[in-house]
């Protein structure tokens, strides 16, 4: 008996420390996979924040003409909002990284900051054109451009980006897009082609507060270029719901906010700011129309 038992002490020492051995090697295995992995996805995040380059656009301080010491603080003021919309289209930039199609950046970057930018250098020309002559063709000044870096990683992320758009937010890894490009061309025929319909039946409207209604007695001085600022409202509104058709599907689950009720949205305060200005020209300008210019999305 007491032969015995240092035997099977033996043996279960033995097992135990060959277990203990098996379960060390499949940790250092998962180990080496895992830190594989990371490095990996730590070099592919870092080239692509190197390739989505940076939005560059015109100058605008150096195209003012002599500014009046009564417009200096608003006009000081605009500039400094100026700076700070490309700051923040930049971080967007970095921080939507492989997001929707190809033309994601156009659409929810590009196009929201030029609307932006019109604003803005409206209220600059406004503020001179009130005790000087109203500079012209600061409207040129506007559009921005994505640089060299950008272009290219835009290109890159296209592949991936419309798969992440068509799966409303979802990633889609390198070998699911390419195997999507080279198989999936039958299921993009018919089930796009199929659920088109269905779609654009399901985009739903945009729909605006009216601004018409809201405003006071319009003297007759205003009344031509109010009338044109309310047409233009309409216009605005009809784009939208045309963008709203043509691009359902695209980006993920924020881009008809991102790409189309905030542009519009922007599109609108400009135009308000116009008629409110208009208006006070000769009369009490009216205060709070801002109020009427975010839109909202209706199914």
């Known amino acids: 008996m007491s032969r015995a038992l240092p035997k099977y002490n033996k043996r279960r020492v033995a097992i135990i420390g060959g277990a203990a051995a098996v379960a060390l090697t499949g940790a250092i295995v998962a180990g080496t996979a895992l830190a594989g992995e990371t490095s990996k996805s730590g070099t592919a995040t870092a080239r692509t924040l190197a390739d989505v380059g940076s939005i560059t656009c015109p100058d605008v301080a150096s195209q003012l003409p002599e500014i009046p010491a009564t417009a200096q603080a608003e006009v ?26 190809p033309n994601f950046v156009q659409n929810a970057i590009l196009g929201p900051l030029e609307d932006k930018r019109i604003a803005t ?17 600061l409207d040129a000044l506007a559009p921005c451009a994505l640089n060299a ?10 592949g991936a980006g419309a798969e992440a758009g068509a799966g409303a937010g979802e990633e889609a890894t390198p070998s699911e897009a390419a195997s999507e490009a080279a198989g999936g061309a039958e299921d993009t025929g018919n089930a796009e082609g199929a659920g088109d319909a269905g779609e654009a039946a399901g985009a739903g409207a945009i729909s605006c507060p009216d601004v018409a209604s809201q405003l006071p007695a319009i003297p007759a001085t205003a009344q031509a270029e109010v009338d044109r600022n309310l047409a233009l409202l309409d216009t605005q509104l009809a784009e939208a719901n045309k963008r709203l058709v043509d691009t359902v599907g695209q980006g993920g689950p924020n881009f008809v906010q991102n790409a189309i009720l905030g542009p519009l949205a922007d599109k609108r305060n400009s135009t308000i700011d116009r008629i409110a200005i208009s208006i006070g020209r000769t009369a009490e300008k009216p205060q709070g129309l801002n109020s009427l210019a975010a839109c909202t999305l209706t199914q």
Not at 121 to 137: F, M, Y
């Open 121 to 137: 250098v409206n209220r600059i020309a406004t503020a001179i054109g009130r005790t000087a002559d109203k500079p012209q063709g």
């Open 76 to 101: 000081d003021r605009n500039l400094t909002l100026l700076q700070t919309q490309i700051d923040e289209a930049n971080k967007r930039l970095v921080d939507t990284v492989g997001q929707g199609g």
């Open 149 to 158: 870096g950008g272009a290219a990683g835009a290109g890159e992320e296209a």
